[in-house]
């Protein structure tokens, strides 16, 4: 199943859901196919800086129905500059939602984390756009399959005026996100598990357990703040989050062949 979802990579094909594949497939047995992939991206060069943490909204837990988040990795060739265009055909099913990131300035690497432990190890914030895409066709997904899929990770990209803890109130900021100057998806910081520092404190004892603890540097994006949008070819999209400014993306058109 690894190696399936890794094909997908390589033809620009997506594959049919693995839950079908293989009776009883579960939340485990995800992240160990997830686990497989990682090692051998890591293997052959792919540098790990960071977690994305997904499925932090309510109501999308529901759907799936699950009561908690899941988590995916971000490679350094995941991340995208700020106000830069993702060529045509980079990804398969893109969508994009607005989050904030968090940057880390202290390993987390205890069994069960607190509060204060998150306060000293946050070195700053950064509004991010986070482009989910899916290995898997037509979107067709269930808790499992997108686990398996590296928690249909895509792209990143984070803005670049970095703001500290104390100067934001991450449970209260509002956000939004405009298509070509029109707003697509709003929110704020309660609609990621209440706030994101929940999200992440989820992550840092999550990380812990499954042996990949978190780690000074690391990026982590911590949750939609709103709906998640689709994105077509040619698209550009800006997020403004209270308290830490914005962040753009574009998304190339394919070239006319003459």
Known sequence: MAENLRMAYTNAVPVEPLRGRLEGLSTDDAYAIQEYN???????????????????????????????????????????????????????????????????????????????????????????????????????????????????????????????????DLTACSTRMSRSGETVSEGNGRACLGNPLNACLWLADTMSRYGRPLQAGDIVLTGALGPMVPVVAGDRFEASIDGLGSVSVGFGKQKEIR
């Not at 350094?76 to 989050?99: C, H, N, S, T, V």
């Not at 690497?109 to 037509?138: G, K, W």
């Open 38 to 168: 990682t090692a051998h991206w890591l293997a052959n060069g792919r540098r790990l800086v960071g977690r994305k943490i997904g499925l932090t909204s309510r109501a999308v837990q529901q759907q799936l129905g699950v009561d908690q988040p899941d988590f995916g990795m971000l490679f350094a060739d995941m991340a995208m500059p700020e106000g830069e265009d993702i060529p045509a055909g980079r990804l398969l099913q893109p969508r994009i939602e607005a989050e904030i990131a968090l940057i880390l300035k202290r390993d987390l690497v205890f069994e069960r984390h607190t509060y204060a432990d998150l306060l000293q190890a946050v070195d700053c914030c950064l509004p991010a756009l986070e482009i989910v895409d899916s290995r898997i066709a037509n979107w067709d997904i269930r808790l499992a399959d997108t686990i398996a899929d590296n928690a249909s990770s895509g792209l990143f990209v984070l803005g670049t005026r970095p703001v500290l803890l104390r100067d934001i």
